[in-house]
């Protein structure tokens, strides 16, 4: 049984920072993409980063230099750091596996930034 357990969402005031993490289980973690994706209420489901096997990274240009992304393919584990939060960074974070067809996803969790 695949998942994808997302961890770290919180509330965090605009300029602060958070980290957030997903653990994986049932797939071969390293031979995936894994990319974090956000959806805002009412707005589609968007990418914020990705990282591929060889650790390359890909970031949406609303977040670049200001959020990172890292794998431990030790601990099955991709962390998105992000710092410099604005309140439009606020939804709901999801992690993504991909290889191939395969394409997974974990629950989500919810960032809010707001005073």
């Known amino acids: 049984q695949v998942q994808l357990v997302e961890s770290g969402g919180g509330l965090v005031q605009p300029g602060g920072s958070l980290t957030l993490s997903c653990t994986t289980s049932?797939?071969?973690?390293?031979?995936?993409?894994m990319g974090w994706y956000r959806q805002a209420p009412g707005e589609q489901r968007e990418l914020v980063a990705s990282i591929t096997r060889g650790e390359m990274r890909k970031y949406a240009d609303f977040v670049r230099d200001r959020f990172t992304i890292s794998r431990d393919d030790a601990l099955n584990t991709v962390h998105l750091q992000m710092s410099s939060l604005k309140p439009e960074d606020a939804g709901v974070y999801y992690c993504?596996?991909?290889?191939?067809?395969?394409?997974?996803w974990g629950q989500g969790t919810q960032v809010t930034v707001n005073a």
């Open positions: 049932g797939i071969l973690f390293e031979i995936y993409t």
């Open positions: 993504n596996a991909i290889f191939g067809l395969e394409n997974y």
